[in-house]
């Protein structure tokens, strides 16, 4: 062959290779992992040759719920399509919500759903948790091809979030966001939402309110205002918040998160019968959650409206049993609205259901005896209700770590009813000292005691066990102050070994001990204890303001001492 023949293949082939690159250059879907969600099998292969014909080649597919929940927690997606009706109570919706709440998807993740038409005005009302777009079925490829290129193109520009939103470093994110919108991005819009919401979740309260405000005056749009009304809520600032609430919905009724925030503040302030009117409207906007669910048949058993209770709680059980959130707490409520009725075979049912559906977990088990004992009293079989809750008792130093808030409130309940006072404010005294800044949960400790008529007692015990938290934690700062941080730190260690569950006190050990080591150097033990602290923050409550900034003082003393694998 020759030289000229060779040198024609060579640049056929060459050429053939540029043309094959500028393909996958041109292929926006190449390189990006897909999720198909959907319940109806034949839907997904549809959307799967679809999403092939455009060029994608890794596709995943869910048909339940819980399962596409476990490969957002294994994989990194780009795009998730998404049915509305997934079955078993659940929709789509219910699977964003959880899946920005876990962090399980990345800022420059697109995320459409697929819906009916009768569905769609339930997509749309979704305010600050829409989904990047929806289509109305049926459609065309050419429409689906569309509408994800119009959405991945907005989303690229969220890309420089991702590795700080995955890494639970919110306050990196923040200061992104406010570059952006500073250098006017074309997507400034975007990055100010988002900052707004990443304030909001770690609690800036201040700094919404100021970001919201200035974005106020520019143009009063839904969001903006309901972006203030839930800072000014978390700043105590009721009657603000009450009125923007108001303002959001008397513009679109459908906005279910303002009816969520007016239930919240109307709680806080004891108008439980307009609680339950607002979260009436929204469980009947969106009756497929069932924290919400929960959340009504609390407020109706409060106000006594046992039908509306029990119908919350019916749902609420019925959803969570096909759901991840199934916990004992709802069988507990179910029992207790129904013991109220007096329909107490209906309350031993529910036992049975949930020593059938939980079975294999211990809390469980336990949780059982605690209703049982409570059925059995009311049946009048008090030797029966005692030996259930020396059952109880037995096992409860023991499981205490693993016991929600609620089921130790329930635990407490129970005992009250069989006359074993000091134990129950014992429980309840610990809860208020593990949560003395949980401004809901005291709530819900002083309407139990209520509850039992004890609303004097209620008041001083939380008010006592709040001061003595302060107190303790005040002598450990003020040996800080004075310079004296060995001593300061085993104070907060021995706060921390009284009060196992105080996020606030675990965080001011962790402080504590970054103070020493950059005063004084590293301090292997020490560091040991507080990394671990800071791992144990990060899974448990990674949005805590205190820990945002306890992680950005941490990278920078681990930089600063040369220890890149003390890095979180």
Not at 340 to 369: K, S, Y
Request: aromatic letters at 6%; glycine letters at 4%.
């Amino acid at each position: 062959m020759s030289d000229l023949s060779l040198t024609t293949l060579s640049n056929v082939a060459a050429s053939s290779r540029e043309a094959s690159a500028r393909r996958q250059e041109s292929n926006p879907y190449k390189r990006r992992r897909i999720l198909i969600v959907d319940s109806v099998p034949d839907m997904q292969r549809s959307l799967g040759m679809t999403l092939t014909s455009f060029g994608a080649e890794k596709i995943d597919y869910s048909g339940r719920i819980a399962d596409a929940l476990t490969k957002l927690t294994k994989h990194d997606y780009d795009i998730v399509l998404c049915d509305f009706d997934l079955g078993n109570g659940c929709d789509g919706l219910n699977l964003l919500d959880e899946a920005r709440g876990r962090n399980l998807i990345k800022p420059s993740c697109v995320f459409i759903l697929l819906t009916g038409e009768r569905r769609a005005q339930r997509v749309t009302s979704a305010a600050e948790l829409a989904p990047d777009d929806y289509l109305l079925k049926p459609f065309t490829g050419e429409l689906l091809r569309q509408r994800l290129e119009r959405a991945m193109q907005r989303r690229a520009a969220l890309r420089v979030l991702d590795e700080a939103i995955l890494r639970h470093n919110y306050l990196v994110a923040i200061e992104i966001c406010k570059r952006q919108v500073a250098a006017r991005s074309p997507h400034a819009l975007e990055f100010m939402k988002l900052r707004g919401m990443l304030l909001l979740k770690i609690s800036d309260f201040a700094g919404a309110k100021a970001l919201y405000m200035d974005a106020l005056r520019i143009k009063p749009v839904p969001w903006i205002k309901l972006g203030l009304a839930k800072a000014l809520l978390g700043l105590k600032e009721y009657d603000e918040a009450r009125l923007l609430f108001e303002e959001v919905l008397a513009d679109n009724d459908q906005v279910i998160e303002a009816y969520d925030g007016l239930a919240r503040l109307q709680q806080l302030n004891h108008q439980l019968k307009a609680a339950q009117q607002s979260l009436t409207r929204a469980v009947a906007l969106s009756p497929m959650l069932v924290q919400r669910q929960q959340q009504l048949a609390e407020v109706a058993l409060l106000n006594d409206d046992l039908d509306a209770a029990e119908q919350a709680t019916r749902e609420a059980l019925e959803l969570a049993r096909h759901s991840w959130r199934r916990v004992p707490g709802h069988y507990a409520l179910a029992a207790r609205v129904q013991l109220a009725r007096g329909d107490d075979a209906a309350a031993l049912r529910t036992v049975e259901q949930l020593r059938r559906d939980l079975r294999d977990e211990p809390v469980a088990g336990w949780m059982a005896n605690v209703i049982d004992s409570q059925i059995q009293l009311k049946l009048g079989h008090q030797d029966s209700a005692g030996r259930l809750l020396d059952e109880a008792d037995a096992t409860f130093a023991e499981l205490a770590r693993e016991l929600s808030p609620e089921a130790q409130m329930e635990y407490a309940r129970a005992c009250h009813a069989q006359g074993r006072r000091e134990q129950s404010e014992t429980v309840l005294r610990e809860l208020v000292r593990n949560y003395h800044d949980n401004e809901m949960l005291l709530e819900r400790i002083g309407t139990l005691f209520s509850a039992i008529g004890e609303d004097e007692q209620g008041r001083q015990l939380i008010s006592e066990s709040v001061q003595a938290v302060i107190e303790l934690n005040n002598q450990a700062v003020a040996e800080a102050k004075a310079g004296r941080f060995d001593a300061a730190i085993e104070q907060f260690l021995r706060a921390a070994d009284e009060l196992p569950d105080n996020l606030q006190v675990k965080l001011n050990l962790v402080n504590a001990t970054l103070t020493l080591v950059h005063r004084q150097g590293w301090h292997e033990e020490y560091m040991r204890r507080a990394h671990d602290i800071m791992l144990a923050v990060r899974d448990m409550a990674p949005t805590d303001g205190k820990f945002q900034k306890l992680q950005v003082t941490w990278r920078q003393l681990v930089e600063k001492l040369g220890k890149p694998q003390w890095a979180l």
